[in-house]
Protein backbone atom coordinates (compact mmCIF):
# COMPACT_ATOMS: atom_id res chain seq x y z
CA UNK A 1 0.00 0.00 0.00
CA UNK A 2 1.67 3.49 -0.86
CA UNK A 3 1.47 6.48 1.52
CA UNK A 4 -1.29 9.21 1.03
CA UNK A 5 -4.41 9.60 -0.88
CA UNK A 6 -4.20 10.31 -4.32
CA UNK A 7 -8.24 11.31 -4.82
CA UNK A 8 -10.55 11.54 -2.46
CA UNK A 9 -14.46 12.37 -3.76
CA UNK A 10 -16.59 12.93 -1.66
CA UNK A 11 -20.12 12.96 -3.04
CA UNK A 12 -19.53 14.39 -6.49
CA UNK A 13 -22.58 14.82 -8.89
CA UNK A 14 -22.49 15.88 -12.45
CA UNK A 15 -25.49 16.78 -14.77
CA UNK A 16 -25.50 17.83 -18.46
CA UNK A 17 -28.23 19.69 -20.37
CA UNK A 18 -28.66 18.80 -23.72
CA UNK A 19 -31.40 21.91 -24.77
CA UNK A 20 -34.25 20.89 -22.23
CA UNK A 21 -33.11 17.17 -21.28
CA UNK A 22 -30.95 16.96 -18.15
CA UNK A 23 -28.69 13.50 -17.70
CA UNK A 24 -27.24 13.31 -14.34
CA UNK A 25 -23.84 11.43 -15.03
CA UNK A 26 -22.84 10.90 -11.61
CA UNK A 27 -24.84 11.43 -8.33
CA UNK A 28 -23.52 11.61 -5.07
CA UNK A 29 -20.23 9.50 -5.41
CA UNK A 30 -17.88 9.34 -2.89
CA UNK A 31 -14.29 7.25 -3.02
CA UNK A 32 -10.80 7.26 -2.02
CA UNK A 33 -8.09 6.20 -4.04
CA UNK A 34 -4.37 5.76 -2.35
CA UNK A 35 -1.24 6.50 -4.22
CA UNK A 36 0.16 4.04 -6.05
CA UNK A 37 -2.25 1.67 -6.39
CA UNK A 38 -4.75 0.00 -9.61
CA UNK A 39 -8.34 1.22 -9.87
CA UNK A 40 -11.01 0.15 -12.15
CA UNK A 41 -13.86 1.41 -12.82
CA UNK A 42 -16.32 -0.46 -14.59
CA UNK A 43 -20.40 -1.02 -15.13
CA UNK A 44 -22.47 -0.59 -17.96
CA UNK A 45 -22.04 1.89 -20.97
CA UNK A 46 -23.65 5.59 -19.97
CA UNK A 47 -22.64 4.23 -16.17
CA UNK A 48 -20.72 7.68 -15.72
CA UNK A 49 -16.90 5.99 -16.17
CA UNK A 50 -15.74 8.47 -18.47
CA UNK A 51 -17.19 10.95 -16.81
CA UNK A 52 -16.03 10.57 -13.44
CA UNK A 53 -12.15 10.13 -15.14
CA UNK A 54 -13.18 13.40 -16.96
CA UNK A 55 -13.95 15.07 -13.93
CA UNK A 56 -10.74 14.00 -11.96
CA UNK A 57 -8.68 15.16 -14.50
CA UNK A 58 -10.22 18.29 -14.49
CA UNK A 59 -11.73 17.79 -17.91
CA UNK A 60 -14.75 18.66 -17.05
CA UNK A 61 -15.90 20.60 -13.39
CA UNK A 62 -18.26 18.48 -10.64
CA UNK A 63 -21.43 20.04 -9.97
CA UNK A 64 -21.99 19.23 -6.78
CA UNK A 65 -19.62 17.73 -3.49
CA UNK A 66 -15.31 18.11 -3.36
CA UNK A 67 -13.19 16.55 -5.50
CA UNK A 68 -9.21 16.39 -4.28
CA UNK A 69 -6.88 15.30 -6.96
CA UNK A 70 -3.33 15.20 -5.84
CA UNK A 71 -3.83 17.77 -3.11
CA UNK A 72 -5.26 20.12 -5.03
CA UNK A 73 -9.18 20.73 -4.17
CA UNK A 74 -10.08 20.92 -8.16
CA UNK A 75 -14.32 22.12 -7.60
CA UNK A 76 -12.21 25.43 -6.42
CA UNK A 77 -9.78 25.68 -8.96
CA UNK A 78 -9.99 28.72 -12.00
CA UNK A 79 -9.21 26.83 -14.85
CA UNK A 80 -5.63 27.83 -15.46
CA UNK A 81 -5.07 25.71 -12.59
CA UNK A 82 -6.83 23.19 -13.70
CA UNK A 83 -4.92 23.55 -16.88
CA UNK A 84 -1.37 23.53 -15.04
CA UNK A 85 -2.82 20.82 -12.87
CA UNK A 86 -3.91 18.34 -16.47
CA UNK A 87 -0.71 19.60 -17.94
CA UNK A 88 2.18 19.04 -15.17
CA UNK A 89 0.25 16.24 -13.06
CA UNK A 90 -2.11 14.03 -14.54
CA UNK A 91 -1.47 11.58 -17.97
CA UNK A 92 -4.96 10.76 -19.75
CA UNK A 93 -4.61 7.43 -21.77
CA UNK A 94 -7.64 7.04 -24.42
CA UNK A 95 -8.96 4.45 -25.92
CA UNK A 96 -8.00 5.41 -29.52
CA UNK A 97 -4.23 6.07 -28.31
CA UNK A 98 -4.71 9.95 -29.54
CA UNK A 99 -0.92 10.06 -30.84
CA UNK A 100 -0.28 12.54 -33.77
CA UNK A 101 0.75 10.52 -36.97
CA UNK A 102 3.25 13.13 -38.24
CA UNK A 103 5.07 13.12 -35.31
CA UNK A 104 7.78 9.89 -34.20
CA UNK A 105 6.80 7.79 -31.33
CA UNK A 106 9.34 9.73 -29.21
CA UNK A 107 7.91 12.92 -30.68
CA UNK A 108 4.52 11.81 -29.07
CA UNK A 109 6.26 11.16 -25.88
CA UNK A 110 7.53 14.29 -25.26
CA UNK A 111 4.85 16.75 -26.19
CA UNK A 112 3.76 17.36 -22.63
CA UNK A 113 7.24 18.28 -21.56
CA UNK A 114 7.40 20.65 -24.50
CA UNK A 115 4.00 22.13 -23.66
CA UNK A 116 4.92 23.45 -20.40
CA UNK A 117 8.78 24.72 -22.02
CA UNK A 118 10.82 21.65 -21.06
CA UNK A 119 13.92 22.00 -23.10
CA UNK A 120 14.10 19.59 -26.33
CA UNK A 121 17.12 18.10 -25.03
CA UNK A 122 15.93 17.18 -21.48
CA UNK A 123 12.06 16.83 -23.15
CA UNK A 124 13.78 13.89 -24.97
CA UNK A 125 16.11 12.35 -22.44
CA UNK A 126 12.90 12.20 -20.48
CA UNK A 127 10.77 10.59 -23.39
CA UNK A 128 13.49 7.95 -24.17
CA UNK A 129 13.13 7.07 -20.25
CA UNK A 130 9.23 6.76 -19.90
CA UNK A 131 9.45 4.58 -23.85
CA UNK A 132 11.74 2.19 -21.90
CA UNK A 133 10.05 2.00 -18.96
CA UNK A 134 6.81 0.45 -21.02
CA UNK A 135 8.97 -1.50 -23.60
CA UNK A 136 9.24 0.37 -26.29
CA UNK A 137 13.15 1.01 -26.57
CA UNK A 138 13.94 0.54 -29.88
CA UNK A 139 10.71 2.07 -31.78
CA UNK A 140 11.57 6.23 -30.46
CA UNK A 141 12.18 6.90 -34.41
CA UNK A 142 9.25 5.33 -35.97
CA UNK A 143 6.06 6.49 -36.72
CA UNK A 144 2.47 5.45 -35.19
CA UNK A 145 1.08 3.89 -38.13
CA UNK A 146 4.77 2.07 -38.46
CA UNK A 147 4.02 -0.12 -34.73
CA UNK A 148 1.29 -2.35 -34.01
CA UNK A 149 -1.85 -1.17 -31.75
CA UNK A 150 -0.52 -2.40 -28.54
CA UNK A 151 2.73 -0.58 -29.37
CA UNK A 152 1.11 2.87 -30.04
CA UNK A 153 -1.25 2.21 -26.53
CA UNK A 154 2.41 1.68 -25.29
CA UNK A 155 3.72 5.00 -26.29
CA UNK A 156 0.41 6.75 -25.11
CA UNK A 157 1.72 5.34 -21.39
CA UNK A 158 4.95 6.51 -22.12
CA UNK A 159 3.66 10.33 -22.80
CA UNK A 160 1.17 9.79 -19.80
CA UNK A 161 4.03 9.52 -17.22
CA UNK A 162 6.41 11.40 -19.05
CA UNK A 163 8.38 13.57 -16.37
CA UNK A 164 7.95 11.03 -13.75
CA UNK A 165 4.37 12.26 -13.51
CA UNK A 166 2.37 9.80 -10.74
CA UNK A 167 -1.59 9.99 -12.06
CA UNK A 168 -2.19 8.18 -14.89
CA UNK A 169 -6.00 8.22 -15.84
CA UNK A 170 -7.27 5.37 -18.66
CA UNK A 171 -10.57 5.63 -20.12
CA UNK A 172 -10.97 1.98 -21.92
CA UNK A 173 -7.59 1.76 -22.66
CA UNK A 174 -7.84 -2.00 -24.04
CA UNK A 175 -10.75 -1.19 -25.76
CA UNK A 176 -9.05 -0.80 -29.54
CA UNK A 177 -7.07 -4.41 -28.65
CA UNK A 178 -7.26 -8.14 -29.10
CA UNK A 179 -7.48 -9.80 -25.50
CA UNK A 180 -3.96 -10.71 -25.27
CA UNK A 181 -2.54 -7.00 -26.39
CA UNK A 182 -5.18 -6.14 -24.04
CA UNK A 183 -4.02 -8.08 -21.12
CA UNK A 184 -0.02 -6.90 -21.94
CA UNK A 185 -1.35 -3.44 -21.80
CA UNK A 186 -2.70 -4.17 -18.24
CA UNK A 187 0.94 -5.76 -16.91
CA UNK A 188 2.70 -2.42 -18.16
CA UNK A 189 0.12 -0.30 -16.10
CA UNK A 190 0.34 -2.99 -13.10
CA UNK A 191 4.55 -2.66 -13.36
CA UNK A 192 4.17 1.76 -13.53
CA UNK A 193 1.67 0.97 -9.99
CA UNK A 194 4.59 -1.31 -8.99
CA UNK A 195 6.94 1.65 -9.29
CA UNK A 196 4.21 3.97 -7.02
CA UNK A 197 2.25 5.21 -9.98
CA UNK A 198 -1.38 5.84 -9.34
CA UNK A 199 -3.63 4.00 -12.01
CA UNK A 200 -7.83 4.78 -12.32
CA UNK A 201 -8.90 3.37 -15.69
CA UNK A 202 -12.46 2.58 -17.19
CA UNK A 203 -12.95 -0.97 -18.46
CA UNK A 204 -16.35 -3.52 -19.32
CA UNK A 205 -13.82 -6.18 -19.63
CA UNK A 206 -13.82 -8.59 -16.53
CA UNK A 207 -11.01 -9.97 -17.60
CA UNK A 208 -9.17 -6.53 -16.87
CA UNK A 209 -10.23 -6.63 -13.60
CA UNK A 210 -8.09 -9.31 -12.04
CA UNK A 211 -5.32 -6.44 -12.76
CA UNK A 212 -6.88 -4.18 -10.07
CA UNK A 213 -6.12 -3.57 -6.50
CA UNK A 214 -9.23 -2.02 -6.21
CA UNK A 215 -12.88 -2.10 -8.47
CA UNK A 216 -15.50 0.89 -8.50
CA UNK A 217 -18.68 -0.65 -10.17
CA UNK A 218 -20.67 2.48 -11.32
CA UNK A 219 -24.69 1.81 -12.81
CA UNK A 220 -26.75 5.28 -14.01
CA UNK A 221 -24.01 7.37 -12.31
CA UNK A 222 -24.15 5.86 -8.42
CA UNK A 223 -21.59 3.89 -7.28
CA UNK A 224 -23.26 0.59 -6.43
CA UNK A 225 -19.85 -0.90 -4.61
CA UNK A 226 -15.86 -0.27 -4.08
CA UNK A 227 -14.32 -3.00 -3.45
CA UNK A 228 -11.44 -3.27 -1.42
CA UNK A 229 -9.54 -6.02 -2.91
CA UNK A 230 -7.56 -6.31 0.34
CA UNK A 231 -9.98 -4.98 2.93
CA UNK A 232 -7.39 -2.21 3.27
CA UNK A 233 -9.22 0.46 1.99
CA UNK A 234 -12.34 2.89 3.93
N1 LIG B 1 -20.67 15.91 -22.77
C1 LIG B 1 -21.84 15.30 -22.51
N2 LIG B 1 -23.02 15.88 -22.85
C2 LIG B 1 -24.19 15.28 -22.58
N3 LIG B 1 -24.30 14.09 -21.97
C3 LIG B 1 -23.18 13.46 -21.62
C4 LIG B 1 -21.88 14.02 -21.86
N4 LIG B 1 -20.94 13.17 -21.40
C5 LIG B 1 -21.62 12.11 -20.88
N5 LIG B 1 -22.96 12.29 -21.01
C6 LIG B 1 -24.01 11.35 -20.55
O1 LIG B 1 -23.68 10.98 -19.22
C7 LIG B 1 -23.94 9.60 -19.01
C8 LIG B 1 -22.65 8.91 -18.60
O2 LIG B 1 -21.78 8.87 -19.73
P1 LIG B 1 -20.29 8.33 -19.65
O3 LIG B 1 -19.61 8.93 -18.50
O4 LIG B 1 -19.70 8.56 -21.00
O5 LIG B 1 -20.52 6.78 -19.38
P2 LIG B 1 -19.57 5.52 -19.65
O6 LIG B 1 -18.17 6.02 -19.86
O7 LIG B 1 -19.73 4.66 -18.44
O8 LIG B 1 -20.11 4.84 -20.87
C9 LIG B 1 -24.53 9.07 -20.30
O9 LIG B 1 -25.94 9.13 -20.17
C10 LIG B 1 -24.04 10.05 -21.32
O10 LIG B 1 -24.91 10.13 -22.41
MG1 LIG C 1 -16.91 5.80 -21.46
Same mark, same amino acid.
Given at each position: ?119 ? /?????? &??? =?? %?? @? $???? #? ?8 ? /?????? &??? =?? %?? @? $???? #? ?67
Amino acid at each position: MGNGVAIVATGIGKTFSMGKQTVTALRDVSLSVPVGTLTALTGPSGSGKSTLLHLIAGLERVDSGDLNVLGHQVHRCSPAELAALRLREIGFVHQDFSLLADLTMVENVRLPLEAVGTPR /GEATKA &ASE =AM %AR @V $GLKE #LEQRFPAEVS /GGQQQR &AAI =AR %AI @V $GNRT #LVLADEPTGSLDSRTGSEIMDVLGRLRDDGVTVVLSTHNPANLSHADHVAVLHDGALVSFDAAEGDVA
